[in-house]
C-alpha cells in the first residue's frame, strides 16, 4: 500500500467516525427524549475525542511526506492537497487551547440562554470577554501558521481563501448602494396591498405540502429524510442528508420557505462525488459555497414569481384552500417578497440581511484584530443599526447584539458566509441566465437543466477546485456584488 | 488513578462507543432510507473494530492484574470480576477466526433469504456448513479457554452459568408433560366459540393504543421512544431505549402484544442502576433474564383475564367499536390465549412454544458437539416436530428447519434463552404471588407494586449477581420448570 493509499484508507476512517456522528447529532436535534441527553453529549464528546486522536496522530506528518514524494495522479495530486490542508487545520491548535475554548464557549453560551431573555448585557459580557480572549489566542496561533492576518486567519476555517481585504472591498460596494436601495425598495412596497395569510394551517397539510415541494426541488429520498426539529438544520451524511424544519400553525411560509432552503443544501449533500466520498476533496467547498446553494434555492429560485405560481396551487390544495385571497399565485408572491428592516438577522428579508452580516463582519473584525474591546459592542451595534437599517438598539441587547448564538461559543469569521453565499448564488443565477431562459423553465415545470447546471458546476466539484476556481470555471469571473445588486434591482425595484 | 479507576474508566469509553452504535442501529432499522445502507454499514463496521480494539488492548491484562492486587470495597470487587469477564471474553478468539465467522455469516444469510422462499435446502446447508465448521472451531476454542464443553461454551455467552446438563434436565421435564398438556388444552379450546377481529384497524388508532398501554406500563417516555420498523426489537441505551413495532391494519393484538413484549425489555432497561451505568456489572444479566422481563409483561401479565379486562375497553375506544363482538373483555382474552401447533416458531403461542426451542436446542447441541452433521438437520427436524406437535415438515425447509436466521450468522446457543425466560418468568410470578394478589392489583388498576418487585429483584441488580443468585434471592430456589407448568394448567386447563 502506498503513502498515499494509506492516507486515502485513514481519511476514509475519520469520516466513517463523523458519520456516526452526524447521525447521532440528528437525532439529539429531532428524535431524542430529553432525558437521554447526558449520556448522549458523553458520547458525542468521546467520539469528539477518538475522531481528534485520529487526526493528529503523530506519524501522520512522515505519510503526507512520503506522500507527496509519490508519483501521482493529478486528481491524486488535488486530493492529497486537500487531505494536508485539512490534516494542518486540526493540528494547529494545542489540546489545552481547544478545550479550554470547548469549557469557556459551553459556559458562555449555556448562561447567555437565559441572560439574553433578561436583556442581562452586564454579566454575559463578561463571560464573552473570557470567549474572545480565547479566540484572539487562536487567532494569533492559527495567524502564525498560515501567515495570514489574525482575522483572516479564522475566516479560513468556514471560507478558505476568502480575506479581510476582498471582503472589505466587496461589502463597501454592498454599503454603498444598500442603504438607499432599502429605502427605494420600502417606497415602492408602501404603495402594495399585500394580505397576511391567517391559519391555523394544520402541521400534517404543511408536512404534505413540505415533501411535495421537496420532490418538486429533486431532493432524493433514497438518501434523506425531512423532520422536525426547534432548530431546523441540514445533517446527516452524503448518502442520508437529514434535513429538519419546525412547523408554526399560525403561518405556513416560514416552515415551506426554510424547507426549501434546506433542500438546497441537502442537494449539495446529495450531488457530491460518490467517488470521492470519505476523503476532505469530496466534501462540500465552504460556509459560503453551501450557503449560496441553499439561497440559490430559497431566494433565486423559490421566492420568483413564476415559482410561487408553482407552489400557491399546491399551498391551496394542501390546506383546502380555493378561494382564499390570501393564497392567490399573486398575494403569495408579493408576501414572500416583503421587505422591512429589523431588529433580527434570521428573521431578515433577502434585502435587508446583509446589512446585519456587515454590521457583525466589522464589529467581529475589529475585536479580533484588537482594535476594540467587547465593552464597545453595544455603542458600534447601535450606531451601526442606525447606519445601515434606520434603527436603535439602546439598551436594548436582547434583540440587539446578545441575539446570535455565533459568538457566545467562539465561532468568530462565520457570519461573512451567509452574505458571501447570497453573492455566490447570485453570480450563479446571473451565468446560468446566459445559457438559459429560466423563467420559462419554471413555468413548464423543467427545473432539471438548473439542477444540471448546478451539479455540473458547483457540486461535482466539491473541494476540487478552490472557491475562485469555482466561481471563475462557472460564471468567468471572481465574485462580483454587482450581481447580487442586479438581483435586488430586478425582483424589488422593476 | 488506581488501576480499578483506569478500568472503569476504559468500560465506560468503550460503552459510550456502544452507545453511538446501538443509536445509528436503531436508525439503521427504523429511520434510514434505504440507499443510506451501504455507507452506514461501513461506518459501524469501523466502529466494530475501533470498539473491539478498545476490548483487546494489550495493556489490559496488566491492568487486570494490577487492580486485583489493590484494595477494594466489596461492589468493587464484584465489578472488577465482571469486567475481567467480559474482556476474557473479548479475548478468546483470534481476530482471523472472527473475520472468517463474518465473512461466511454475511454469506449464508444474505443467500438464505432467497433459499428460504425456493425451499433451497440444497444450497443453504453448503453455506450452513462452513457456518457450523467454524462454529464448532470457535466452541473449541472456548471449551479450551474456559474448561466447558464446546456447547456449553457457546451456551455461555448468552446466558453466562447455564449448561448442557442443566438444560438437559429441565427440558427431559418439560417434554415429559408438554405433548399431554398440549393435547388436553386443544381439547379444551375446541369447545370453545372465538371471534377473529375484523380489520380495518388504522394504523394511527393502534399507535395510539400502544402509546397508552405503554403508559400503563411505566414506560419512561423521557427516557425511550416507539417507532416503527420490519423487525420489532427493543435498541438503543438505558437512559434512551429504543422499542419498535410492526403494524397491521387487519390485526391490532399482533403489534399490540408485540409492544407489550419490547416494554417488558425497556423497562428492564430503564431500570437498571443508574449508578453502575457504562460498566459491565451495570447491563442486563443475561438473554434469559432479558426474556424473562418481556415474556412476564407480555404472558404473566398482559394475557391473563384481568389485564385483558383493562386493554379491551382501551382497544373498544381507540378504534370506535363499542359494540363489536369480537372486542369484548371476554372474546379478547379467548383470542389472546388460542393455543394451536404450527410450524412457526415466531407465530407460536405461549403452550407451544417451548417444542420448537427443544427441537432447536437438542439439534444444536448435537451439531456443536459433533454428534451430528448439517446433512442430518432435516430428518431430525421432522422427527422432532412429529413427536412434539404431530406436524410433519418433510420436504418443506421453508416452515421448517430453514425458517429461523439465528443459525444463518452461528448464533448457536442463543434458542434456550426463549424458553428459560418463560420458565424465568413463570418463577417470578409464583413468588411475586406468595407477596401480593396480582389478580386484585391488576382490577384495581395498580400494578405499581408488580413493577416494583421486578425493580427491586431483577432490574436493580444487573449483574451484580449470578443467574442462580437472582433466581435464588427473588424466589428462593434455583431455576424448577414446574412453576411454568402450573402456570399453563391454571391459564388453559382451568
Redesign the interface.
Known amino acids: 500500500m502506498t503513502y498515499y493509499e494509506k492516507l486515502v484508507k485513514h481519511s476514509k476512517?475519520i469520516n466513517?467516525?463523523s458519520?456516526?456522528?452526524a447521525?447521532?447529532g440528528w437525532?439529539q436535534a429531532a428524535?431524542?427524549?430529553?432525558?437521554?441527553n447526558?449520556?448522549?453529549s458523553?458520547?458525542?464528546a468521546?467520539?469528539a475525542v477518538?475522531s481528534h486522536e485520529l487526526s493528529t496522530a503523530s506519524h501522520l506528518a512522515d505519510w503526507f511526506n512520503q506522500a507527496e514524494a509519490e508519483s501521482l495522479t493529478a486528481e491524486e495530486t488535488i486530493s492529497l492537497k486537500e487531505m494536508k490542508r485539512v490534516w494542518q487545520m486540526s493540528n494547529i491548535l494545542p489540546a489545552e487551547l481547544v478545550e479550554e475554548q470547548s469549557l469557556a464557549g459551553s459556559k458562555c453560551e449555556h448562561a447567555w440562554r437565559t441572560q439574553r431573555q433578561t436583556n442581562n448585557w452586564h454579566d454575559f459580557s463578561k463571560n464573552l470577554e473570557t470567549v474572545v480572549e480565547l479566540a484572539r489566542k487562536e487567532a494569533a496561533i492559527r495567524a502564525e501558521a498560515t501567515g495570514l492576518s489574525r482575522y483572516d486567519a479564522l475566516l479560513d476555517i468556514y471560507e478558505p481563501g476568502m480575506t479581510t481585504a476582498e471582503l472589505d472591498s466587496l461589502f463597501a460596494d454592498v454599503k454603498s448602494w444598500l442603504p438607499s436601495l432599502i429605502q427605494q425598495v420600502r417606497e415602492k412596497q408602501n404603495t402594495e396591498a399585500v394580505l397576511t395569510p391567517k391559519g391555523p394551517f394544520f402541521i400534517d397539510d404543511q408536512k404534505s405540502l413540505s415533501l411535495e415541494v421537496m420532490s418538486k426541488l429533486g431532493f432524493?429520498?433514497?438518501?434523506?429524510?425531512l423532520d422536525v426539529s426547534t432548530h431546523p438544520f441540514c445533517g446527516?451524511?452524503?448518502?442520508?442528508v437529514r434535513i429538519t424544519t419546525r412547523y408554526d400553525e399560525d403561518d405556513f411560509t416560514s416552515a415551506l420557505m426554510g424547507v426549501i432552503h434546506e433542500t438546497g443544501h441537502a442537494r449539495y449533500e446529495q450531488g457530491l462525488p460518490q467517488q470521492l466520498?470519505g476523503l476532505p476533496v469530496g466534501q462540500a467547498r465552504s460556509m459560503g459555497i453551501h450557503e449560496s446553494q441553499s439561497l440559490f434555492f430559497e431566494m433565486q429560485l423559490s421566492r420568483s414569481p413564476e415559482f410561487i405560481a408553482l407552489l400557491a396551487p399546491s399551498a391551496r390544495e394542501a390546506f383546502e384552500r380555493e378561494n382564499d385571497k390570501a393564497l392567490t399565485n399573486e398575494n403569495l408572491a408579493l408576501f414572500n417578497t416583503r421587505v422591512k428592516p429589523g431588529y433580527i438577522r434570521v428573521d431578515a428579508d433577502e434585502v435587508t440581511y446583509p446589512a446585519h452580516v456587515i454590521l457583525r463582519y466589522e464589529i467581529e473584525r475589529d475585536l479580533i484584530e484588537g482594535n476594540i474591546e467587547v465593552v464597545d459592542i453595544p455603542r458600534l451595534w447601535d450606531k451601526k443599526m442606525n447606519e445601515y437599517l434606520g434603527l436603535s438598539t439602546k439598551g436594548n441587547y436582547t434583540d440587539g447584539c446578545m441575539q446570535d448564538i455565533h459568538w457566545t461559543d467562539g465561532s468568530f469569521g462565520y457570519f461573512p458566509s451567509y452574505t458571501l453565499g447570497a453573492m455566490y448564488a447570485a453570480q450563479f443565477m446571473s451565468a446560468m441566465r446566459t445559457e438559459m431562459n429560466i423563467e420559462n423553465l419554471i413555468r413548464e415545470r423543467n427545473l432539471t437543466p438548473i439542477f444540471n447546471w448546478l451539479d455540473r458546476h458547483v457540486w461535482k466539484k466539491a473541494s476540487t477546485l478552490s472557491t475562485d476556481q469555482i466561481l471563475i470555471n462557472a460564471t468567468g469571473e471572481r465574485l462580483n456584488a454587482q450581481y447580487f445588486r442586479t438581483h435586488l434591482i430586478d425582483r424589488y425595484l422593476k
Open positions: 476512517k466513517r467516525l458519520h456516526l456522528g447521525i447521532c437525532d428524535m431524542m427524549p430529553e432525558g437521554g447526558d449520556a448522549r458523553e458520547a458525542m468521546e467520539l477518538m432524493d429520498f433514497d438518501h434523506g429524510r446527516g451524511v452524503p448518502s442520508d466520498a
